[in-house]
T-cell receptor, first 112, second 112 residues
Framework: QQQVKQSPQSLIVQKGGISIINCAYE??????FPWYQQFPGKGPALLIA?????SEKKEGRFTISFNKSAKQFSLHIMDSQPGDSATYFC???????????FGTGTRLTVIP | DTEVTQTPKHLVMGMTNKKSLKCEQH?????MYWYKQKAKKPPELMFV???????INESVPSRFSPECPNSSLLNLHLHALQPEDSALYLC???????????FGSGTRLTVV
């Protein structure tokens, strides 16, 4: 049972364009929603994270939008660059729990 | 030091071999994790250590044996592995804040 659903599976975007990756969850106990970026042969690196008490968080070109009532959150990458080409995982965790539930991943390719 | 260091980076082992993976962090994190990641898949949780005690074992076969000698070190002992165990093995640690998940770069394991 996939606790966090992620789409699309792959995404191709032109340089300078906006990349959008979506995630949905069912467990209302989740209260921490991070996004990880992973390059081939490397471990996931925390990109940006949000808690459900805010609807949006922006860090540089990366923005998380959060819709608590719909139980959905998304990552927007503005002005996408070839160096952003990587696999992106959304995740979710509930306070006091020791496990981080990952989405299935989105492979982003930014073409020059 | 804000890193999780994993050694070795690559490991090739036969099905009758015994080997160990090592993970080290000096951030004072008291929760440490082993994840297994197959190609194009999200990380799958294997084990969680909290304050040097095993708190989660996600029904991992006994050919994988974790060990936490102290608060900075985490080992994964491997014995009689199968070719399907070939994967990227990731170590992570977490501080008291949920945002504190830090992943290592992983060990790429190939079982022949």
């Amino acid at each position: 049972q996939q606790q966090v659903k992620q789409s699309p599976q792959s995404l191709i975007v032109q340089k300078g364009g906006i990349s959008i990756i979506n995630c949905a969850y069912e467990n209302t106990a989740f209260d921490y929603f991070p996004w990880y970026q992973q390059f081939p042969g490397k471990g996931p690196a925390l990109l940006i994270a949000i808690r459900p008490d805010v609807s949006e968080k922006k860090e540089g070109r990366f923005t998380i939008s959060f819709n608590k009532s719909a139980k959905q959150f998304s990552l927007h990458i503005m002005d996408s660059q070839p160096g952003d080409s990587a696999t992106y995982f959304c995740a979710a965790r509930s306070t006091g729990a020791n496990n981080l539930f990952f989405g299935t991943g989105t492979r982003l390719t930014v073409i020059p | 030091d804000t890193e999780v260091t994993q050694t070795p980076k690559h490991l090739v082992m036969g099905m009758t071999n015994k080997k160990s993976l090592k993970c080290e962090q000096h951030m004072g994190h008291r929760a440490m994790y082993w994840y297994k990641q197959k190609a194009k898949k999200p990380p799958e949780l294997m084990f969680v250590y909290s304050y040097e005690k095993l708190s989660i074992n996600e029904s991992v076969p006994s050919r994988f044996s974790p060990e936490c000698p102290n608060s900075s070190l985490l080992n994964l002992h491997l014995h009689a592995l199968q070719p399907e165990d070939s994967a990227l093995y990731l170590c992570a640690s977490r501080g008291t804040a949920p945002e504190g998940y830090t992943f290592g770069s992983g060990t790429r394991l190939t079982v022949v």
